[in-house]
Each structure stands twice: as C-alpha cells, then as structure tokens.
C-alpha cells in the first residue's frame, strides 16, 4: 500500500547509457514532480507535471525527459549519461498544483543513480 | 531567487532534550512552509504543512512556527528520543511556482 513508489531502488550503469527510472502514486493526487538531490544532500525540483501536463521546467539538460501516461504515473528518461547525473531522484505528489493551498508534497523512497 | 537556509547544519542532544531547529527564506512571498524528515538513505517523510496565513501547526511532539514577514520558521521538538534522529528539511513554496529547500539539519540523540 506505498503511496508513491519508485523503481529502481538502485541503478548503476556506463556513461553514455539511457536509463529509465519509474513512478507511480496511489494517492489519487494530480500532481507529480521529479527532484534531484546532490552529493551535499541538496534538493532542487527538475519537474512538474499536473494532470500529465508539464507546469515546471527548471534549467534541466534536454537529456532528461519526462513522461507521463497518466496522472499516477510519472516516469523520468535519461539519455546519454553523464558523470554528474549521480545522485538521488525522487519522485513526489501532491494533491493540487504548485502555489495552491493543499499541496503538501509526498515523496517517494528515492532511486540512487551511480554513472561509473 | 528564494534561498532558504537551515541552522544548525548538525546538532548532537541527550535524550530527553527540548529542541529548536531553525529555517529562514529571503523571499516573504510564500504559499506555505513544509518541514520533511530524511533518514539515511530513505525519502521524506512529511511532518508538518504551514499555510502562509497561518502561525503555527503541531503534531505530537512536534511544533511548527512561521513568521513570514521575518522570513522565519522553527520546528520545536519536545523530549526528544533516540528515534527522532536523522535529518530535518525545511522547505517553502514561493513565488514562480517552487518548492525551494534548506540543506537540513542533522541532528542525533544519543540515548
């Protein structure tokens, strides 16, 4: 019954690669976002969808594509690998969209992407 | 540009210790205040929403504070347990649609 769930948990792979990492939300809620969190455990929001509709996009390489099926499913693609993709990203939702009052966001337990 | 900054970066109490960890933003314009808990290795889990019409939320042992027109927030913890270690994020919905985060306070109680 997790309410926003990620896979992989974990994923390593070459530079250069294009990878997938998935997410899905049983919480009914229309919103989902994709968060990167840095090796000095910043968060910074990379998107924003709203009824599979992109609301944010902040300052991120065109190798990263969202895309959402649906409104509980929020999926991130990257291509050609690099480096400094390493991290962690983690998926969330929220009810209403950014800037409204009932938007506590729910995260999920994080994908730790390693690009050797 | 919202920046949002927490302190102590890393605070080590006794059990049973009362609390106070801090959070401030540059930017007033705000929707509303969350506060998360990180684990090592986990995601957030959510503890407390303040609106930015309101002054304050709780739950359990937790109190959350917002002074908006100061740029402020404290998260209070009362008799804090070796349980409520781990890392503590303040984040704030601003202007521009963004959810702009803090870089956390680390905190451990050592029982």
Not at chain 1, 57 to 62: A, D, I, L, Q
Not at chain 1, 94 to 105: A, K, M, R, V, Y
Not at chain 2, 47 to 69: C, H, M, V
Request: proline share 5%.
């Amino acid at each position: 019954d997790t309410a926003v769930s990620q896979t992989p948990k974990y994923l390593v792979t070459q530079m250069g690669n294009d990878k997938s990492i998935k997410c899905e939300q049983n919480l009914g809620h229309d919103t989902m976002y994709w968060y990167k969190q840095d090796s000095k455990k910043f968060l910074k929001i990379m998107f924003s969808y709203n009824n599979k509709e992109l609301i944010i996009n902040e300052t991120v390489p065109n190798r990263f594509s969202p895309k959402s099926p649906d409104k509980a499913h929020l999926n991130l693609h990257i291509n050609s690998l690099e480096l400094g993709d390493s991290a962690v990203y983690f998926c969330a939702s929220s009810q209403d969209q950014t800037g409204t009052p009932n938007n506590e966001q729910f995260f999920g337990p994080g994908t730790r992407l390693t690009v050797l | 540009k919202q920046e949002v900054t927490q302190i102590p970066a890393a605070l080590s109490v006794p059990e049973g210790e009362n609390l106070v960890l801090n959070c401030s933003f540059t930017d007033s314009a705000i929707y509303n205040l969350q506060w998360f808990r990180q684990d090592p290795g986990k995601g957030l889990t959510s503890l407390l929403l303040i609106q930015s019409s309101q002054r304050e939320q709780t739950s359990g042992r937790l109190n959350a504070s917002l002074d908006k027109s100061s740029g402020r927030s404290t998260l209070y913890i009362a008799a804090s347990q070796p349980g409520d270690s781990a890392t503590y994020l303040c984040a704030v919905w601003s202007a521009g649609n963004m959810l702009t985060f803090g870089g956390g306070t680390r905190l451990m109680v050592k029982p």
